[in-house]
Each structure stands twice: as C-alpha cells, then as structure tokens.
C-alpha cells in the first residue's frame, strides 16, 4: 500500500533539473520534464505551486479528483492538497514553486493569500486566456532574473513581485468566475470555511477567541472546528494561530510599532503573554524576530 510522501522544496533540489534556485525557497525551471516516476505516487509538497503547461498532456489528480493538463492550462496547488501525476505523454511545464516558510516571512497581504487558497482547495485547474499565458510569462522570466541575479535588494524585490503576482493571480480567478456558469455549489465545510477566513481576515476582528467567530457564524465552537477540519485538514485553532502570528510578524518587521503595541493591536491581554503565545509558535521571541 503506497504511503503519501511529503515532498519539501528544498528536496526538489536534488532531483537533477535544470532550475534557478533562491536557497530553499523558490523554484522555477523552464526546462522540467515530467518522468513516470516524478509524482508518479500520491504526494504533498510543502509549498504553494503555481504552473502552466507549454506542450503535451497529463492527468493529474488532486484530492481523488481527476483533472486534465495540456497547453494553456494553469494549475493551483496548495501545500494541503494530495497530488498524482500519471498518463504523461511529452509533457513540458514552467511552475514557480514557493516555500511555506517563505510566503510566511513575506509582507503579502493574508486576505490576498486566503482568497488564492480558498479557491485552489476547490477549483486548482484553471483555462487561460492568451493574453494571460503572456502575462504569467512576463512574470515567470522577471523572477527568474531576479533570483540569478546579483541584486543587493533581492530578496525585497523578490517579495514585491510575489505580491503583485499573487494580486494577478486573484484578477485571473475573478475572470474564471465571472465566466464559468456552471461553478460547482459550495458544500456546507466550504462556505463555513470561507466565513470563517472571511472573519479572520478583517483586521477588526483579529482575536483567538473561536467562540466568536462561533458566534458571528452562527453555529457553536465545535461545529465550526468540525466542518473546518473537514475541509482543509487543519483545525480552526490551527488556522487562528497561523494568521495572528502571520499578523505579528508583518508587523515587526514591516512597520514601526512597538511591540506592546502589537500585543494590544492583536488583542492580547499583555505583551508578556504575547511573548510567551509568539515564542510557542515560532521558537523565538518577537524581539529575537525582529532582529532575525
């Protein structure tokens, strides 16, 4: 009985292609040919993945769904989702492959990255117009300068770019929506699912207190940690957790509060019990962070 392999970025590494490589955290390589047995076995990659297809053909499944991959297909992967690609006949790709770890250090906006990801669990395949392949493009050989590059500001502009495809990633999404008629009906998990991101990322709203988010829903703590676990694997504590301190950490490294300020901004009691919550979660203290 096959296992499912989980795949880091940084594995990628060593499989023999021809890539530009930003340490452990971007991938992109115009010249990945998928072999039999390259995803051949169901997997999770720790990483969000972005790829269109230039030349041939696959299936590819996606969470026991089956879907089909040729040229002028754009394919959304999230770090969640179970992936097997099988049938390849002549297959050519371009994926810009992006660490957990480093969207996570990144100063993107998370209700940016919530909408991309909440539309990559339910619809990962996407048909695209010409003029967005070139635009994709455009964006897939910038960051491939970048990353080569010498540049004593890359790793800014590197996250400057990410966020501005992130932000085309969304327009290409909305365009998919607005067109596609026979969009599936959400299922119960999702829309709660949605909500409950809907909540998290208003930044009035910011607390780790699940009752009210319950409460705003309208169902009780259990029943919505239920349907999201159900939906994305994850708890809702869990989806809590990662978006204070996701929250935390664009705001030390990225504006000039204090970090008592943050403590309170993020609703916490003290910044001693912030501290403590950030330290928990992260291996270090918002201070070691800051100077990290």
Same mark, same amino acid.
């Given at each position: 009985?096959?296992?499912?392999?989980?795949?880091?970025?940084?594995?990628?590494?060593?499989?023999?292609?021809?890539?530009?490589?930003?340490?452990?955290?971007?991938?992109?390589?115009?010249?990945?040919?998928?072999?039999?047995?390259?995803?051949?076995?169901?997997?999770?990659?720790?990483?969000?993945?972005?790829?269109?297809?230039?030349?041939?053909?696959?299936?590819?499944?996606?969470?026991?769904?089956?879907?089909?991959?040729?040229?002028?297909?754009?394919?959304?992967?999230?770090?969640?989702?179970?992936?097997?690609?099988?049938?390849?006949?002549?297959?050519?790709?371009?994926?810009?492959?992006?660490?957990?770890?480093?969207?996570?250090?990144?100063?993107?906006?998370?209700?940016?990255?919530?909408?991309?990801?909440?539309?990559?669990?339910?619809?990962?395949?996407?048909?695209?117009?010409?003029?967005?392949?070139?635009?994709?493009?455009?964006?897939?050989?910038?960051?491939?300068?970048?990353?080569?590059? @010498? &540049? /004593?500001?890359?790793? +800014?502009?590197? %996250?400057? =770019?990410? !966020? $501005?495809?992130?932000?085309?990633? *969304?327009?290409?999404?909305?365009?998919?929506?607005?067109?596609?008629?026979?969009?599936?009906?959400?299922?119960? @998990? &999702? /829309?709660?699912?949605? +909500?409950?991101? %809907?909540? =998290?990322? !208003? $930044?009035?709203?910011?607390?780790? *207190?699940?009752?009210?988010?319950?409460?705003?829903?309208?169902?009780?703590?259990?029943?919505?940690?239920?349907?999201?676990? /159900?939906?994305?694997?994850?708890?809702?504590?869990?989806?809590?957790?990662?978006?204070?301190?996701?929250?935390?950490?664009?705001?030390?490294?990225?504006?000039?509060?204090?970090?008592?300020?943050?403590?309170?901004?993020?609703?916490?009691?003290?910044?001693?019990?912030?501290?403590?919550?950030?330290?928990?979660?992260?291996?270090?203290?918002?201070?070691?962070?800051?100077?990290?």
């Amino acid at each position: 009985m096959n296992t499912i392999e989980k795949i880091s970025v940084s594995q990628l590494k060593n499989i023999g292609l021809e890539m530009s490589v930003l340490d452990d955290d971007i991938i992109l390589s115009d010249n990945i040919e998928i072999k039999g047995n390259l995803f051949d076995n169901p997997c999770r990659l720790d990483g969000f993945v972005l790829l269109f297809c230039a030349h041939g053909e696959a299936e590819l499944q996606i969470n026991l769904h089956e879907y089909k991959i040729y040229p002028g297909i754009l394919v959304l992967n999230i770090p969640e989702n179970v992936i097997r690609i099988s049938n390849v006949n002549n297959l050519k790709i371009y994926p810009i492959i992006i660490s957990s770890d480093f969207l996570k250090k990144m100063n993107i906006k998370m209700k940016d990255l919530m909408k991309l990801y909440v539309f990559a669990k339910k619809e990962p395949i996407i048909s695209l117009e010409y003029s967005e392949i070139a635009t994709l493009e455009k964006y897939y050989f910038l960051l491939e300068d970048i990353i080569q590059s @010498n &540049e /004593e500001r890359k790793q +800014s502009i590197l %996250e400057g =770019l990410i !966020q $501005s495809l992130v932000s085309k990633l *969304n327009s290409i999404i909305h365009r998919f929506q607005n067109n596609k008629q026979d969009f599936p009906a959400k299922k119960r @998990n &999702e /829309e709660i699912f949605e +909500s409950f991101i %809907e909540l =998290l990322t !208003q $930044s009035e709203a910011i607390g780790r *207190n699940l009752a009210y988010y319950a409460e705003k829903i309208g169902i009780t703590p259990n029943y919505l940690s239920k349907l999201v676990k /159900e939906y994305t694997g994850r708890t809702a504590v869990e989806w809590i957790d990662e978006f204070v301190i996701f929250e935390a950490k664009t705001m030390i490294k990225h504006t000039k509060y204090t970090i008592q300020e943050i403590a309170y901004k993020l609703k916490f009691p003290s910044p001693s019990f912030f501290g403590k919550y950030f330290k928990r979660l992260t291996g270090m203290s918002p201070k070691q962070y800051k100077l990290s």
